[in-house]
């Protein structure tokens, strides 16, 4: 497709599992994005990639959130020992990464953790 | 650190009557200030930006927003509501060109009454 994919578009979880949540970024895009969107509250930054460069993860809450991104394709956000303040929307979004203050979002991951 | 305030969670309007949503920023720095727009089951898109050109920008679907230093404030504005105007709209912000790590609001709903 010639968006932003991400799967599941919802997962519903016990407490203490781990999941994996899936970005597919638009094909040419070199920056990649995850935020994460609890209810009642505005968009919070996670992580981002851009190229071969070391991604920032200046946003990842605690040591039980990581993700990976091969190349300049697919990202995978992986949340162990889920938590249920971990329950929320999971954005992704990408960009041409030459700042022209555009990013493409998917739809979203809703994560509910029980 | 840079962050928007967005007054007004939800927002009414009759269809026809003046959009005015509001989002206050607070930088250190010249800030670089955009809209997305969330429409119903789809991917947060750019309604607008400013980069420190004109003040008042110009966006999609007759949208535009005021850059007012005095004020801090980025307010989104359109004249007349149109039915498919109904969404979620974020204000966000970045300190700097060339970073795209963006600071999103908490999100305002704009429902249009017939």
């Known amino acids: 497709g010639a968006g932003v994919s991400q799967s599941p578009s919802n997962k519903v979880t016990e407490k203490g599992k781990d999941v994996e949540l899936r970005c597919d970024p638009i094909?040419?895009?070199?920056?990649l994005y995850w935020y994460r969107q609890r209810l009642g509250q505005g968009l919070e930054f996670l992580i981002y990639?851009?190229?071969?460069?070391?991604?920032?993860k200046s946003g990842l809450p605690s040591d039980r959130f990581s993700a990976e991104r091969t190349g300049e394709s697919v990202s995978t956000l992986t949340i162990q020992r889920t938590q249920q303040e971990d329950s929320a929307v999971y954005l992704c979004a990408s960009s041409l990464g030459l700042w022209s203050g555009e990013l493409f979002f998917g739809e979203g991951s809703r994560l509910t953790v029980l | 650190a840079q962050s928007v305030t967005q007054l007004g969670s939800h927002v009414s309007v009759s269809e026809g009557a003046l959009v005015l949503l509001r989002c206050n920023y607070s930088s250190s720095v010249p800030p670089y200030l955009f809209w997305y727009v969330q429409y119903p089951n789809q991917g947060l898109q750019l309604l607008l930006k400013y980069t420190s050109a004109a003040t008042l920008v110009k966006g999609i679907n007759g949208f535009e927003a005021e850059f007012k230093k005095s004020e801090t404030s980025f307010h989104l504005t359109k004249p007349s509501a149109h039915m498919s105007d109904a969404a979620e709209y974020f204000c966000a912000v970045t300190p700097n060109f060339g970073n795209e790590k963006l600071t999103f609001g908490t999100g305002t709903r704009l429902t249009i009454i017939p």
């Open positions: 990639f851009q190229g071969n460069s070391a991604p920032d």
């Open positions: 094909s040419g895009h070199t920056a």
